[in-house]
């Protein structure tokens, strides 16, 4: 809970406050979600079964659907996250991207920027402005 809350900090600090969260019924995904509302605002919360399960590609399809023209903040599971946010970074800040091929730890943070609307967010197309973790706050 208390990595959540740091995270939920840095991401005020930032100004990063999604419209929408879509947030894995898995326990500890609610936990993070918890944490993180304690600290800044997580806009409308919208709860799937599917992001325990799924693969990138699931996850990428249900953001799709429900991200529409605002920020979306995820908060699911790995590999899938990782696997994510590695597949829709097809540029970036080179300091991000380099943190990010390290792996990415319970309560990182990738921000992605897409031109456009996230119901036309794809592979390649998305630029990494910055990726959070603990140990970089």
């Known amino acids: ?3 959540a809350e740091a995270m939920g900090d840095a991401m005020r600090a930032r100004n990063y406050v999604p419209d929408t969260t879509l947030c894995s019924n898995a326990k500890r995904a609610r936990q993070t979600l918890e944490g993180l509302a304690g600290r800044t605002d ?5 709860f799937f079964d599917t992001l325990y399960s799924e693969d990138a590609a699931g996850y990428l ?4 659907q429900n991200g529409g023209a605002g920020s979306l903040l995820v908060i ?3 590999p899938m996250t990782e696997d994510l946010a590695m597949a829709l970074s097809g540029d970036g800040d080179e300091a991000a991207r380099g ?3 390290h792996g990415f730890p319970t309560s990182g943070l990738a921000v992605v920027r897409f031109p456009g609307n996230l119901g036309e967010a794809a592979p390649g197309n998305g630029y990494l402005e910055a990726f959070l973790t603990l140990a970089n706050l």
Not at 42 to 46: K, S
Not at 61 to 64: K, P
């Open 42 to 46: 997580t806009g409308r919360v919208l």
């Open 99 to 101: 943190l990010l091929n």
């Open 76 to 78: 699911g599971h790995n």
């Open 1 to 3: 809970m208390a990595d």
């Open 61 to 64: 399809e249900i953001i799709r």
